[in-house]
């Protein structure tokens, strides 16, 4: 199944993909997605209006995640790339809910810096809550995947060895268009995560290319904070970024980037300059 957050006119909702490509307004069942995943409502059998997808302005797939969490160079290509000595364990770090944005919205360049790059990443939503959760477990928690990009302003990353500043900047942190549910995905570690500007590829590797692989990550983070239904996780990204290129490529307004994972979906942004 495949699930949505949404407004139309004015009101937001949630919804479910039909076989036809509808949206099936699913908002009088539960008033979002997270309250929806936590209820465990995440169902074929609710019915509701059908809706054009022109109808609707998409969300970021959970618009108010509790905690979004992200796991920086988790892929080997990535670690290399950025001169990082190897780690028995994963690194993590905070994003602001309030730099989320939807399928339908743009990527904001600021006026702070031109330096501004791409990270095509595997989210995943919690579905099921829990601390010290198990490794053999963590697959059970996991409501489903989604497309992330986590453009980050790498000037002010590199301020410090802290990245959170330059992974929170306003309009930053595409997510979406769709969460899919786990029984869609067949065999996860063969996902391929790509990111492509302007219609070439940059980015590209499978996920049993991670260095800390899906069931790693949430049984490390369980250890040092309770999840929740509707936290996202963000899972890394594949060597590429636009930062280690000769000479760097960052993203520029009027540029398009895509990410591209297969089975899940494609993630497409402008890029727009700050007004």
């Excluded at 969300?59 to 992200?70: E, R, S, T, Y």
């Excluded at 492509?196 to 290319?209: C, E, F, K, P, R």
Aim: proline share 9%; with cysteine; charged share 20%.
């Amino acid at each position: 199944m495949r699930f949505v957050s949404f407004t139309r006119d004015g009101a937001a909702s949630w919804g479910r993909i039909g076989p036809d490509g509808a949206i099936i307004d699913l908002g009088a069942h539960e008033t979002d997605l997270k309250s929806a995943i936590a209820a465990g409502k995440l169902s074929a059998d609710l019915d509701g209006p059908s809706l054009a997808r022109g109808e609707v302005r998409l969300l970021p797939i959970v618009p108010n995640p509790a905690k979004f969490l992200c796991v920086g160079h988790n892929y080997e290509s990535h670690r290399v790339e950025t001169g990082r000595d190897p780690t028995d364990h994963p690194s993590i770090f905070t994003r602001f809910a309030d730099t989320l944005i939807g399928a339908d919205d743009p990527i904001v360049r600021p006026t702070a810096s031109t330096d501004l790059d791409y990270e095509a990443e595997l989210a995943v939503v919690i579905g099921r809550g829990g601390r010290n959760i198990p490794e053999a477990e963590a697959m059970d928690h996991i409501a489903g995947y989604t497309c992330f990009n986590d453009a980050s302003v790498r000037d002010w990353q590199w301020h410090s060895r802290q990245f959170t500043p330059g992974k929170n900047f306003p309009g930053t942190g595409p997510l979406g268009p769709e969460l899919v549910t786990p029984d869609e995905i067949d065999d996860l570690p063969s996902v391929r995560v790509e990111s492509v500007l302007n219609g070439t590829v940059m980015q590209s590797a499978t996920l049993d290319h991670m260095l800390f692989p899906v069931p790693v990550i949430i049984a490390y983070i369980s250890q040092f904070t309770p999840l929740a239904p509707g936290d996202v996780i963000a899972t890394g990204t594949p060597g590429g970024v636009g930062a280690k290129r000769t000479p760097p490529v960052w993203m520029a307004p009027g540029d398009t980037i895509e990410v591209r994972i297969s089975g899940v979906g494609t993630l497409s942004s402008t890029v727009v300059a700050e007004a």
